[in-house]
C-alpha cells in the first residue's frame, strides 16, 4: 500500500522550517499574531507539530504581511541543509553534487516537504524539477522561487563557488525580475511548463572541498534507521502515476493500492485543489516534455510511449494540458 500524509496531517516539526518562517518575519517587525493568523493556533511551540496546510498558511501570512518581493528569497536562503537529524547532516557532509541532489530527492518529505524533487540526467544535462506536495497553487510560483534559492545557496556554500544553474519557471515572467537575477542568476525561462534547474552533467561529479563521503554514509545509515516519514498526498500520487504512465491508470485502481476509497480519493484530492484527471495530464505533460527536450522525440514517439491511438489524438490533448500544440513548444525549445 502507498504511504502518504494528507495536507490537514500535524507532520512537520514547528522547529524547524515553521519556526524559521516565524522568526525571519519577526525580525522584520510582523506582529506574530498576524504570522499565526488562519492556523488554529495562539503559539508556535518548538516541539509542536504543525500540518502543511498550517505551515502554507503561515507562509502565505508572512509573505502578506512583508510584502515584499525578496521575501521567497531571503527565506531561502534559510532552508537547507535545515535542521531534520540525520538527513540535514548527510547533506551538509554531501562529497559532490549529485550526492547532495540525491539525498534531497531521497528526504524530500523531511527536507522540503512543500514540494518534492526529483533528478534527471541525460546526454551531459542534469535537471532538478520541482512538483507538488500537499496543493497550494496560489503559493506556486513564491514556493519554487524559495526552494530554487535554497539549492543555489546550499551548492555555492558546499562547493565553494556559484555553478552555473539555469532555470525553467511553469509561468509568465513578473513584472520585475531584479530578485530572480540577484538570487538565481540571469540564465532564467518563463512559461517553460515545468519548474526546473538544468546544470551541465559535469558539475554533478567534482569533488567539494567541504564534503566528506564517510561522514554522509554514517548520517544516512542513521537516517535510514529513524522512522520514514511518509511523503504528501500529492507527492506520493505523481511517484505512482509516472511509474504507471504507459498503462492508462485510473482512479478506482490507484485508490486501492492508496488504502482508500475512490470517493475518499476524490475528497482528499478536491482538498488539496485538485482531481485525479488533472494530476495525471500532468504527468503525461511531463513526460511528454521530457521526451521532447532530452531525447528529441517526435510527437508519433510520444504518443506511442503514452498509449495514445495517433498522434494526432495526442496533439489534442498536448494542447489541452499545455494551452499550446507540441510544434510550437519544439519550437520554443529550440529556440
Known amino acids: 500500500m502507498i504511504q502518504w500524509r494528507g495536507a490537514a496531517e500535524p507532520s512537520i516539526p514547528a522547529r524547524q522550517q515553521p519556526l524559521l518562517v516565524l522568526e525571519y518575519a519577526r525580525s522584520r517587525d510582523v506582529g506574530e499574531a498576524a504570522l499565526l493568523r488562519g492556523m488554529g493556533l495562539d503559539a508556535l511551540a518548538p516541539d509542536a507539530l504543525v500540518s502543511p496546510a498550517q505551515h502554507l498558511q503561515l507562509l502565505s501570512n508572512a509573505l502578506r504581511a512583508l510584502d515584499s518581493a525578496d521575501t521567497s528569497f531571503m527565506l531561502g536562503q534559510l532552508l537547507l541543509p535545515g535542521h531534520d537529524g540525520a538527513p540535514s547532516n548527510a547533506l ?11 539525498i534531497l530527492c531521497r528526504w524530500h518529505a523531511r527536507l522540503t516537504p512543500l514540494l518534492r524533487p526529483r533528478l534527471e540526467t541525460w546526454d551531459g544535462m542534469a535537471a532538478l524539477y520541482w512538483v507538488d506536495s500537499h496543493g497550494a497553487p496560489g503559493l506556486r510560483p513564491a514556493l519554487v522561487e524559495m526552494h530554487m534559492t535554497a539549492v543555489v545557496a546550499l551548492c555555492r556554500w558546499l562547493g565553494g563557488e556559484r555553478m552555473p544553474w539555469r532555470f525553467c519557471f511553469n509561468r509568465a515572467a513578473p513584472r520585475h525580475v531584479e530578485q530572480h537575477h540577484v538570487h538565481l542568476g540571469s540564465e532564467l525561462r518563463f512559461d517553460c511548463h515545468f519548474d526546473a534547474m538544468l546544470i551541465e552533467a559535469g558539475w554533478l561529479d567534482r569533488p567539494w572541498p567541504r564534503g566528506s563521503a564517510l561522514a554522509a554514509a554514517l548520517a544516512l545509515r542513521a537516517a535510514e534507521d529513524e522512522p520514514e516519514r511518509p511523503p504528501g498526498l500529492l507527492a506520493a500520487l505523481y511517484d505512482y502515476l509516472l511509474e504507471r504512465v504507459r498503462t492508462a491508470p485510473v482512479l478506482e485502481r490507484t485508490a486501492a493500492d492508496f488504502g482508500v476509497s475512490p470517493a ?9 485543489g485538485t482531481h485525479f484527471q488533472a494530476e495525471l495530464d500532468g504527468v503525461r505533460a511531463h513526460v511528454a516534455l521530457w521526451m521532447f527536450h532530452a531525447q528529441g522525440a517526435d510527437n508519433d514517439a510520444v504518443a506511442r510511449y503514452l498509449g495514445f491511438h495517433d498522434a494526432a489524438n495526442f496533439r489534442r490533448s498536448f494542447k489541452r494540458w499545455t494551452g499550446v500544440t507540441p510544434w510550437l513548444l519544439r519550437t520554443g525549445m529550440a529556440g
Open 264 to 272: 475518499t480519493l476524490k475528497r482528499q484530492l478536491a482538498r488539496h
Open 92 to 102: 551538509v557532509q554531501a562529497p559532490t553534487l549529485r550526492d547532495a541532489l540525491l
